[in-house]
C-alpha cells in the first residue's frame, strides 16, 4: 500500500500564505483519486479539495478562490497552496490517495493553525 507523508503545516497570521505538500511513496499516476481533506477538534472531517475521478479539481465552498490543488506525477506528488488563511482553516490537513478497487491510503496529517 502507498504510504503518503504531508509536510508543510505551521503557524500563520491570517491573510497569510501556506503551501503543504503531500509526497507518495509510489507513482502517483495511478491513483483515480487524490485530494485534501481536513479535520478541526471537534468536527468530522471534511473535503477541501480533491482531482475526483472525472479529472477536473473540486474545491470546498469555503476555500474556492483561496486554495489551489496541484500534483507533479514526476515528483510523485500533491500539494495546496493555501492563500489568505482564516482562522477557520484551522485543522489538522490531510492527505489522501485511492487506486479502484482498493481502499484509500491517508497520510499522518499536518497541523495548520491560522491566527487572528
Known amino acids: 500500500q502507498v504510504q503518503l507523508v504531508e509536510s508543510g503545516g505551521g503557524l500563520v497570521q491570517a491573510g497569510g500564505s501556506l503551501r503543504l505538500s503531500c509526497a507518495a511513496s509510489g507513482s502517483i499516476a495511478s491513483f483515480n483519486v487524490m485530494g485534501w481533506y481536513r479535520q478541526a477538534p471537534g468536527k468530522q472531517r471534511e473535503l477541501v479539495a480533491n482531482?475526483?475521478?472525472?479529472?477536473?479539481?473540486n474545491y470546498a465552498d469555503s476555500v474556492k478562490g483561496r486554495f489551489i490543488i496541484s500534483k507533479d506525477n514526476h515528483k510523485n506528488a500533491m500539494y495546496l497552496q493555501m492563500n489568505n488563511l482564516k482562522p477557520e482553516d484551522t485543522a489538522v490537513y490531510y492527505c489522501?490517495?485511492?487506486?479502484?478497487?482498493?481502499?484509500?491510503?491517508w497520510g499522518q496529517g499536518t497541523q495548520v493553525t491560522v491566527s487572528s
Open positions: 489522501y490517495a485511492r487506486s479502484f478497487p482498493a481502499i484509500g491510503s
Open positions: 482531482f475526483p475521478i472525472s479529472g477536473s479539481t
